[in-house]
């Protein structure tokens, strides 16, 4: 029997993780400058969650959940997103009576979804994500919008496309699902047996139909835009207003409506421009969901966030051929000759790792040019050659990769000695 990686996912090996802990790194950072805090939920949860907090009309909780009872036989899925989690978090944890608020926080983390797996989707992908709940200004929006681009921005891309519309609040919505059902409801036989259902549960989700995209009426379908009310359309206007006083440039499409059903008022998406990334153009999405945090059992909490894939992110990053500037190799490798020294090596080795050198040796009875060989892949700084001799007088072998110039150390001083030459 040969053991296969299951569809849609991937071993991530030590070539690319580096990239990986690159980026990780960059979230923390990026995260702790706009204050928001890490949070880490489980990557399974009641099913119920997300069919109430994704919605129960959308590809994600109709198609795509991986769902399975436990041996207690609760229906558990592991999670598609991370919203839905981390909004479940807010409400058990009682977040709304944190002093601070609105309470913002940021995630990285698998998430789960069986999609027809091609390039940048696949079953089990990497969200960073961020919530901020709590706050119902538009400044938020802009912060959080502005959070995804920098981070984007700072990791070197270009040719990004900032899309962003306006969903409505609950008032405005309603008057455009109805306008929407008088449009699609006389033809509604012409549209696949999903549109259909969407009619009557959320006429909204027909516009984001994959099968239907070029059926006539959709190009001519109500604007949400033309049904905002005064409310919304300042919260609009204000947050178009932040991003243009920011210096960050956007387009507003009013088609944009995202695969999700608890967005009202802001929705952005964040594309990538150019040849060579395939179907797949979006790399970020999110939006508001000032009804979510009630849905799912807690106060009345005006909501807001985004998430990404790292796996869209280092595809595009591969396209513009942009390498990260990561640091590799060791600080020195041990290369021995002889028994004693060979003996010696446990405890040098642990001794200078103590010190919080990166260093590494032989484990597999390498001649000595063989040794030189791996600490010249290895990417070793110094090459510290010990031999019987110099073992004898306390002494060590220091010779500098770069230059070839080499000197004798005494050996209770090599960790400081090296030390001194960073
Ligand atoms: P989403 O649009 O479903 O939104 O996903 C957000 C991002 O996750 C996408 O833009 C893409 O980068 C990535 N993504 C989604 N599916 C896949 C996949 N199969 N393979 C690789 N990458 C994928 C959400 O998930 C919302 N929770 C975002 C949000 C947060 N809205 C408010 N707060």
Redesign the pocket.
């Known amino acids: 029997m040969n053991y296969r990686i299951p569809r849609g996912t991937q071993d991530i090996l030590p070539e690319q993780s580096r990239k990986w802990q690159f980026i990780e790194q960059k979230i923390h950072d990026l995260c702790n400058r706009y204050n928001y805090k890490e949070i880490r939920t489980p990557v399974f949860e009641q099913t119920e969650l997300f069919a109430r907090g994704v919605g129960d009309t959308t590809d994600i909780v109709q198609k795509e959940m991986y769902t399975f009872d436990d041996r207690g036989g609760r229906s558990l899925t592991l999670r598609p997103?991370?919203?839905a989690s981390t909004v479940r978090s807010f409400v058990e944890n009682k977040m709304h009576g944190w002093a601070d608020q609105p309470v913002k926080l940021y995630y990285v983390g698998p998430m789960f979804?069986y999609?027809r797996p091609q390039s940048?989707?696949?079953r089990q992908?990497v969200?960073f994500?961020v919530?901020a709940m709590g706050s119902a200004d538009p400044a938020v929006d802009a912060e959080v919008i502005g959070l995804s681009m920098d981070f984007y921005r700072e990791l070197g891309l270009s040719n990004l496309k900032l899309v962003v519309n306006s969903l409505g609040d609950k008032e405005s919505r309603n008057n455009h699902r109805n306008a929407l059902i008088e449009h699609f409801e006389p033809r509604i036989s012409e549209f696949c047996a999903d549109c259909q259902q969407r009619l009557e549960k959320n006429p909204l989700r027909i516009l984001d139909c994959k099968q239907d995209n070029d059926h006539e009426l959709m190009a001519t379908a109500p604007s949400i835009l033309d049904y905002l009310n005064e409310d919304s359309t300042d919260y609009f206007k204000l947050v178009q207003q932040y991003l243009a006083d920011m210096d960050i440039r956007f387009e507003v499409d009013p088609t944009l409506v995202?695969?999700?059903d608890y967005y009202n008022n802001t929705a952005f998406e964040i594309m990538i421009d150019g040849e060579g990334f395939g179907a797949i153009t979006?790399?970020?999405?999110?939006?508001r969901?000032n009804g979510l945090v009630e849905d799912i059992g807690g106060p009345t909490t005006p909501g807001i966030?985004?998430?990404?894939?790292i796996?869209?992110l280092l595809m595009a990053l591969e396209v513009q051929e942009i390498s990260l500037p990561i640091e590799e190799g060791l600080d020195a490798y041990l290369v021995t000759m002889g028994e004693q020294a060979k003996a010696v090596s446990p405890k040098l080795l642990h001794g200078l790792r103590s010190k919080g050198l990166a260093v590494d040796g032989d484990y597999i009875g390498k001649k000595m040019k063989a040794q030189m060989k791996a600490a010249d892949r290895q990417k070793a700084e110094f090459v510290l050659l010990l031999g019987d001799d110099e073992l004898a007088e306390d002494n060590i072998m220091v010779k500098e990769m770069a230059t070839g110039e080499q000197k004798q150390v005494p050996l209770k001083e090599i960790a400081e000695w090296i030390i001194s030459q960073r």
């Open positions: 997103e991370g919203t979804r999609e940048g989707r696949m992908f969200q994500g919530e995202r695969g999700l979006t790399l970020c999405g999110g939006g969901y966030g985004f998430a990404l894939s796996e869209r």
